[in-house]
Nanobody, 114 residues
């Protein structure tokens, strides 16, 4: 499956963004999926995941602010990010969760200004 992330941008603290992860070549629902992020100088981390049955899980740092969802008809996964903080600044990626292999897309940059 090929995954393409989009929707990032520059936003002020407290603002919102919605990221999209478009899948092609296979169903977005083939695997449990997740949104990952990597901030400068830090390791990549999983921030949200959704199972094939729709159960969701969030990192403590984003719980209550981010919402992961999936539209199987559009073969797309989303990450709604509200109440953004400067520490949310990172490149965001989508991938199966847990990971399958070590292939990553280009990601989408999210920058939150204070």
């Amino acid at each position: 499956v090929q995954l393409v992330e989009s929707g990032g941008g520059l936003v002020q603290a407290g603002g919102s963004l919605r990221l999209s992860c478009a899948a092609s070549g296979s169903s977005i629902n083939t695997h449990a999926m997740g949104w990952y992020r990597q901030a400068p100088g830090k390791q990549r981390e999983l921030v949200a995941s959704i199972t094939k049955t729709g159960n969701t899980n969030y990192a403590d740092s984003v719980k209550g602010r981010f919402t992961i969802s999936r539209d199987n008809a559009r073969n797309t996964m989303y990450l709604q990010m509200n109440s953004l903080k400067p520490e949310d600044t990172a490149v965001y990626y989508c991938n199966p969760a847990p990971l399958i292999g070590d292939s990553w897309g280009q990601g989408t940059q999210v920058t939150v200004s204070s």
